[in-house]
């Protein structure tokens, strides 16, 4: 792992308030010293600063505060040691360095609520090393107590893991509480990640990285590790030897910051973080390498907590609730995911199973445990019947002519695109609904909140140049045209409001919104009981008739595979409706960022069909559109996976009275191409960037922003994040763990580099949509795109 940015994507940051202002400090806390828990008072530094000692708030309770050793120096004041974190303690908390017993912390209530306890040794004074070791000495300067040996879930430079010695992961970023994991070096010499028992009765505690450095001749064991001045971290053997467990070259620790945390999700890092200049953690290596395959075992929920799916992103886990589950406490994303609905069979329930039960096709996820049952031989047939008529089976996995039904809660899930398995979870009819109201975190708020502003203002933006290109182009053929509704468009039909009440049901079944209002699904009210989706528009300017009249005969004359089929449309009074064909795989947006990863080659066809489809607007159709809304909410996917493109020639149709703010997001990387910003000509090169911000998430499967939990809620933004790796030429990284797109790296390469075109400031650089299909398709050469951001730094 390279790349600074990319590695800042997994890197964990703590971010806690400082409570500092810089002071001159020798290191020595003389007895009688003390500190106040009170958000202002000064913490003890270590002679350089590098180091604080006292208290820090926590990130979302400032009214508790949490005692510890952080890097004073670096902008996240990033926490290395902690002793209260199950007890944060409140505002007039103290902690003083006493003679008998050294280092007392107290309540406002002067009770004590954790000591060194080293009565009835006399302790002299404390020292704070720029080490980031906390010493305490006695009156013959003998070391009673120090920090270094009382490590929380973080080591540094200088410290040392003896076999007593044991790092404990915290419960989550922000909460300091024991969590599930431990580091620890075992008698026999082995160095181990384990999984830690947290009912006190039940063991359950499993080493899913095991260093090979036991032996049975135990003088060649290993009994320590070591994390070295110079930033390397290895197990030290009683021979002399070293097993190292960092292995690239590091950069130096002169300049630089070390540290290795065992995380919350149980995965151990390795950080360095430049001491001037950039800020951020960067990784330098991480155990285990696969932490969703490495923790298995009948005992316990594997990495993520029970039903939940882990899925590797950059060496960290991501716990995701499969269809019809949703998580048991929604502030725990790694924990564990309830049914939504009952999933065994209720007394008096009657009706066959099949009208009450369904089989969803879970792609690329294995439960490997909790078989109750396994048939050989059997069919995909047998199997699905079987644990469909079978009111234990939660989950039935069929592979190579074998089926094991599997009871819930299901345990150790993990995704694995290798497995050539089928598998099935059994769930009620409507098990979908309560789906949602699962995503109700923070940062999820916060995304939409910045991701409707985005959106919002670039909606408003295009309607505005909309306009002016429309008034430009249509007035003659709008002053000309006298058609009367029924004559638009060749075969498009006009329906009255009332038809359509109807085929919906009374607009009933909600599809979704969008920026132009509300679509629901119907069925045509004719013999051939087509599928239609209906958008009702909301805002569209009122004296606009005959502007809609000719619109809906733009769109009405557009035919292309990669586009959705407008069929008809209604203008009754206020109402203004579009009935387009339906499609049955719902959005782009949802298939790339859900549970089920789509496949590559899904994705490069897709990727291909948009191309195709903006080609045809921009290019082919007899008016050109510019669709100045691209994103994978505005594409759809038929019943064969086909991209088509949706919302195209709306953007005409809106009003324009809405005030235009876009003042708050300049700057902001989104779809939104940065000439919406400049006072210059909107052409369909707007389009091409949207595309390029598309393209790279079809080939990343990641949004175009993106808050990171593991991260402290930092924003990433998807284009920089791919730049960065590929001038750090590491596109694997971008497609970690996709075994297709990895054995494709050919491609990936040149989509990229087609995406790195397609997002360049400056306007003349990127492709035509024409160009950008004829390079996606290897037909013409990608030459090797320059920094997208050339323009950036002047605005
Ligand atoms: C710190 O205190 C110890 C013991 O009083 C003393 O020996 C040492 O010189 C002091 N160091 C500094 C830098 O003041
Ligand atoms: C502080 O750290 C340095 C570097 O590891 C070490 O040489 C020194 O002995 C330490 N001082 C104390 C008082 O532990
Ligand atoms: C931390 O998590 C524990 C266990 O889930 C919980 O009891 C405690 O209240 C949490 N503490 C804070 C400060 O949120
Ligand atoms: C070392 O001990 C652990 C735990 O007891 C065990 O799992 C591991 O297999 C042992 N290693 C060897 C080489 O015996
Ligand atoms: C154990 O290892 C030491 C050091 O390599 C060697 O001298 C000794 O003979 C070994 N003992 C056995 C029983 O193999
Ligand atoms: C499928 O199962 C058969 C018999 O159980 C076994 O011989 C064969 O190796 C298996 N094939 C695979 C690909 O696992």
């Not at 993990?414 to 309560?434: C, E, N, S, Y």
């Not at 000309?480 to 085929?503: D, M, V, W």
């Amino acid at each position: 792992m390279d790349s600074k940015l990319c590695n800042n994507l997994i890197s964990f940051l703590v971010l806690l308030i400082p409570l500092c202002a810089v002071s001159q400090n020798s290191g020595n806390i003389t007895v009688g010293a003390s500190l106040t828990a009170d958000g202002s008072s000064k913490p003890w530094l270590s002679p350089t600063g590098d180091f604080a000692f006292g208290f820090q708030q926590l990130p979302n309770n400032k009214d508790l505060f949490l005692l510890s050793i952080w890097f004073d120096q670096v902008p996240e004041k990033t926490v290395i040691w902690y002793t209260n974190g199950k007890n944060p303690v409140p505002r007039g908390s103290r902690i003083q360095l006493v003679a008998a017993g050294g280092l007392e912390l107290r309540d406002p209530h002067n009770q004590i609520i954790w000591s060194t306890n080293l009565s009835p040794d006399e302790t002299a004074y404390g020292y704070l090393n720029d080490t980031g070791n906390l010493v305490l000495f006695g009156s013959v300067s003998n070391r009673l107590w120090e920090s270094f040996k009382n490590p929380a879930d973080t080591i540094v430079p200088t410290q040392v893991i003896e076999t007593n010695g044991m790092l404990i992961s915290r419960k989550s970023v922000t909460n300091f509480s024991q969590g599930r994991f431990y580091a620890r070096i075992l008698d026999n010499g082995s160095f181990v990640l384990s999984t830690k028992s947290v009912a006190s009765n039940i063991y359950f505690d499993f080493d899913y990285y095991t260093s090979p450095t036991s032996d049975l001749n135990a003088s060649n064991s290993g009994y320590q590790v070591v994390f070295s001045e110079r930033g390397s971290l290895f197990v030290r053997k009683r021979n002399g030897e070293q097993f190292g467990l960092s292995s690239r070259s590091l950069p130096p620790a002169s300049e630089n910051y070390y540290r290795a945390t065992l995380n919350f999700d149980g995965v151990l890092i390795q950080y360095y973080h430049p001491k001037n200049g950039n800020p951020g953690w960067n990784v330098v290596g991480y155990w285990p390498d696969n932490i969703c395959n490495s923790i298995y075992g009948l005992f316990g929920s594997g990495a993520c907590g029970y039903n939940s799916v882990c899925q590797l992103k950059s060496g960290r886990p991501r716990c995701v609730c499969p269809r019809g589950f949703t998580l048991a406490d929604p502030n725990d994303p790694y924990g564990d995911c309830k049914p939504n609905t009952v999933m065994s069979c209720m007394e008096g329930e009657t009706g066959s199973l099949e009208d009450i039960f369904e089989l969803v096709e879970i792609q690329d996820t294995d439960w490997p445990f909790n078989d109750y049952s396994q048939i050989v031989p059997s069919t995909e047939a047998d199997c699905r019947s079987s644990c469909m008529n079978d009111c234990l089976c939660g989950a039935a996995i069929f592979r190579n002519h074998s089926c094991w039904k599997k009871r819930l809660p299901l345990s150790n899930g993990r995704t694995d695109a290798t497995l050539d398995i089928k598998v099935f979870l059994r769930l009620r009819k409507g098990h979908d609904v309560p789906f949602l109201n699962r995503k109700n975190t923070k940062n999820q708020k916060t995304l939409i909140i910045i991701g409707s502003v985005l959106l919002a203002s670039s909606v408003f933006l295009c309607i505005t140049v909309a306009f002016v290109v429309f008034f430009l182009k249509y007035k003659k053929k709008i002053t000309n045209s006298n058609t009367s509704l029924t004559s638009i468009g060749s075969n498009l039909r006009c329906f009255t409001y009332e038809e359509l009440e109807q085929a919906t049901s009374g607009f009933k079944k909600d599809l979704g919104r969008g920026a132009f209002g509300t679509v629901y699904k119907g069925v045509l009210p004719d013999s051939s009981e087509t599928i239609i989706a209906v958008k009702k528009l909301e805002r569209v300017a009122k004296d606009s008739e005959k502007e809609f009249r000719a619109e809906v005969n733009v769109i009405g004359h557009t035919h292309h595979k990669n586009l959705v089929r407008l069929l008809g449309y209604c203008h009754e009074g206020p109402n203004r409706l579009l009935v387009y064909e339906y499609m049955r795989n719902g959005t782009l947006a949802k298939f790339l960022f859900g549970e089920k990863k789509p496949r590559w080659v899904q994705r490069t066809q897709m990727a291909l069909g948009v191309a195709k489809g903006l080609t045809y607007l921009h290019e082919e159709c007899s008016n050109q559109i510019i669709h100045c809304d691209i994103k994978p909410q505005n594409i759809l996917l038929d019943e064969y996976y086909t991209a088509r493109i949706s919302d195209f020639g709306l953007s005409k149709l809106l009003m324009m009275e809405q005030s235009r703010t876009s003042t708050d997001i300049r700057g902001t990387k989104g779809y939104v191409a940065p000439e919406w910003f400049r006072n210059t000509q909107i052409t369909v090169k707007v389009d091409v960037y949207s595309f390029g911000v598309l393209l790279l998430e079809i080939v990343c499967c990641r949004k175009s922003l993106e808050y990171l939990k593991s991260s402290n809620d930092e924003l990433s933004v998807l284009t920089d994040w791919v730049w960065d790796c590929y001038t750090e030429r590491r596109l694997d990284i971008l497609v970690e763990n996709d075994y297709e797109a990895l054995d494709d790296l050919k491609m990936v390469e040149r989509f990229v580099k087609v995406g790195l075109w397609c997002i360049q400031d400056d306007i003349s650089l990127r492709p035509s949509m024409k160009k950008a299909s004829l390079m996606l398709e290897g037909i013409v050469d990608v030459k090797d795109p320059p920094c997208p951001y050339a323009f950036s730094t002047l605005s």
